[in-house]
């Protein structure tokens, strides 16, 4: 068993309550903890969703948008209160909000630390041009775009915008650009995945909504690529993070994977001690 010591969570949704979409409620409702539903039942800020999660066993976490508005900064006032803990993540719609680009350049500016995108959500595929300028902003700028590649449960989502020979195409249009499949092609395409983050040096996994139990069945030489993949829980819409951190120091992958995967990559991608 590994001894996992700080944890870094990839993928946490922030918001207020308000602002969520029912069926990422409902879903929480069914895997989540009462602590979480407490949390939810009202508006809440950054500052008690960071006391949970560090309570949870998480060092840090990124937060990420609840919603399909054409812009979704609301990241960066809800961190502001978590003392650092909560690093926000934006998302943005282009086709709907033509100053896409000069928003996420002033939401880095104002502490944006990377860019959401959901293809299934948008019904956009990573790799139209309408979504281009702001990944020309990303690679200038250095920071991480992270690209759901995987299925998703919601109402109005559609798979064949998830499939990453689309992200491998950005990889190759913009290969200053780190870009990471959230959820590591969930459903339908984990071999897929794993082959582009082996082929492409551009592009990371990151394990979020995959339960620990199954990760050595789909990634069996997840020791091969360690230095290159993220772990997150897509909290709220999972179960106890405390409890997803015990599965993950039980799996039989090298304590040097365990540790990178859990904390170390994403340490270094964000310059953490």
């Known amino acids: 068993m590994a001894d996992i010591e700080r944890v870094f969570d990839f993928h946490v949704h922030v918001g207020a309550t308000s602002e969520w979409i029912p069926e990422g409620l409902h879903l929480a409702s069914e895997l989540s903890d009462p602590k979480t539903m407490e949390l939810l039942s009202h508006d809440v800020d ?17 937060a990420i948008p609840p919603g399909r508005r054409a812009v ?21 719609d282009p086709r709907a909000e033509p100053g896409a680009r000069a928003r996420f350049e002033a939401a880095i500016a104002a502490g944006a630390r990377g860019l959401k995108v959901h293809p299934a959500t948008y019904q956009l595929p990573p790799n139209d041009r309408a979504l281009y300028p702001l990944y020309e902003v990303a690679e200038r700028l250095r920071v991480p775009v992270l690209v759901h590649v995987g299925s998703s449960v919601f109402p109005g989502a559609k798979m064949r915008f998830c499939d990453p020979l689309l992200v491998d195409e950005v990889a190759a ?38 339960p620990p139990k199954r990760l050595p069945e789909w990634f069996p030489e997840l020791d091969r690529v360690r230095d290159k993949v993220v772990w997150g829980t897509d909290w709220p819409s999972s179960p106890p993070p405390s409890r ?27 310059g953490l001690a």
């Open 173 to 210: 249009d913009f290969p200053d650009l780190l870009l990471i499949c959230a959820h590591a092609g969930r459903g339908f395409w984990t071999s897929q995945v794993y082959s582009l983050v082996r082929m492409r040096q551009n592009v990371w996994m990151e394990l979020s909504g995959l």
């Open 46 to 62: 950054g500052a008690r969703v960071a006391a949970y999660l560090k309570g949870q066993g998480v060092t840090h976490a990124i």
């Open 244 to 270: 997803l951190i015990a599965q993950m120091a039980e799996l039989p992958y090298e304590a040097a994977t365990i540790e990178a995967v859990m904390w170390g990559n994403a340490a270094r991608l964000f």
């Open 72 to 92: 979704e900064e609301q990241t960066l006032s809800y961190t502001a209160a978590s003392d650092g803990m909560l690093l926000p993540f934006v998302q943005y």
